[in-house]
């Protein structure tokens, strides 16, 4: 007979939780997990292979255990003067912040985080058997320095996240919201920057207030911008101190050498990689303007997608957008859906639907 998960001495904790589950769907135009739509340049995929090929060739042994080449490239990479010493990566920044929660949080600690956020964060801290807190944010999805020092003192947590840009609802986050954080927590300030590179260009990432401040935490990933999803790699930039807090919980070798070999090639390669984020961001912005145009409500958006209300049933629409051979996210925010820029035929291809949805075509 078959048995269910309550048949298993499952723990308690984790009893009637439901896992992370964007819908894999092989559609023509799927714009539903924020990834970087563009396919990266051949010359720079050539380089990764060989990179790859060579790596091949030693993988009887052990990979390097301090990704030391990879974390000098990332450090370069980020700029303001950080060095490797500075920077942790893992299997994406998902692996990055259960590392974090699995050294600062765990059972019998709390996590405090800004719902609608990435739901990821609230899974990982449950994974670990922390205790997930919700603050409640401001009038359309901000959060300001006061309100931010004012749910920390309510909820008192070992752990804050703070997703700057916020996803799902694309919200700008200014770092005086961070610093506000940091100097009401006693604990932990992880600042979750996975769509750093679609800021405005003129706007501080929150690895420029790391100087002087211990307990600041900054993740960021190769997935969105660098359009390396499948690669499975995200970091951090902290201080030297609170990285080595992640090398008592990290798995040894947990990075492959194919994936070091995979990163750091990519990372020679970054001006090619990220030439395609103007234009993404372009698509995004045309998406921002059509969808009002057409009556909806686009949040204003620091990232690579959209999300946007006045939307009467979303699950009606996600599904018009799905027969057309396109898939978005539904997200179960009352009356938005939420959408990643693509390229310029695949944004035309939204926004065309969407017109004729709108206009019942
Ligand atoms: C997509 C996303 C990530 C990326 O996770 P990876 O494990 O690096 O692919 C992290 N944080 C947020 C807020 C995201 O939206």
Redesign the pocket.
């Known amino acids: 007979m078959a048995i269910s998960l309550d048949d298993l001495p499952l723990r308690d904790d984790l009893r009637g939780q439901s896992p992370y589950g964007a819908p894999q769907k092989k559609v023509r135009v799927a714009l539903n ?2 990834e970087n739509t563009h396919p990266i340049p051949e010359d720079v995929a050539r380089d990764i292979v060989e990179s790859v090929a060579a790596a091949v060739l030693e993988v009887n042994r052990y990979p390097d255990r301090e990704f030391t080449t990879l974390r000098e490239s990332l450090a370069a990479y980020l700029g303001h003067g950080l060095t490797a010493d500075q920077i942790w990566a893992a ?7 259960q590392q974090i929660l699995q050294a600062f949080g765990g059972p019998g600690r709390r996590v405090l985080g800004f719902p609608p ?2 739901s ?2 609230s899974i990982i801290s449950r994974g670990v058997g922390s205790e997930w807190v919700e603050g409640v944010r401001d009038a359309d999805f901000t959060l300001s320095p006061e309100t931010v020092r004012a749910e920390i003192e309510r909820t008192d947590p070992d752990v804050v996240f703070l ?1 700057a840009p916020n ?1 799902p609802t694309g919200t700008p986050m200014e770092l005086d919201v961070i610093e506000a954080a940091y100097d009401a927590a006693r604990g932990i300030v992880l600042v ?1 920057e ?2 750093a590179e679609f800021m405005p260009a003129d706007r501080p990432s929150a690895v420029t207030l790391l100087e002087g401040r211990p307990r600041l935490l900054v ?1 960021r ?4 911008a660098f359009a390396f ?1 499948g690669a ?3 970091y951090l930039a902290a201080d030297p101190v609170a990285i080595d807090a992640l090398r008592l919980v990290r798995l040894p070798y947990h990075l492959s050498s194919l994936t070091q070999a995979a990163a750091v090639a990519a990372l020679r390669h970054s001006d090619e990689m990220l030439a395609m984020v103007d234009d993404i961001k372009a698509q995004r912005d045309r998406m921002v303007e059509t969808l009002t145009e057409l009556g909806y409500h686009a949040w204003p958006t620091w990232s690579n997608f959209v999300l946007f209300g006045g939307v009467d049933d979303p699950h009606a629409v996600f599904e018009a957008l799905l027969e057309r051979g396109i898939i978005v996210r539904d997200l179960a925010i009352e009356g938005h859906l939420r959408v990643s820029a693509g390229t310029e035929a695949e944004t035309t291809a939204f926004l065309d639907a969407m017109r004729d949805i709108r206009l019942g075509a």
């Open positions: 997990v924020n299997n994406g920044s998902n692996e990055v912040i956020t990435y990821m964060h997703c996803n979750d996975a769509y993740s990933t190769m997935s969105k999803a499975r790699v995200g």
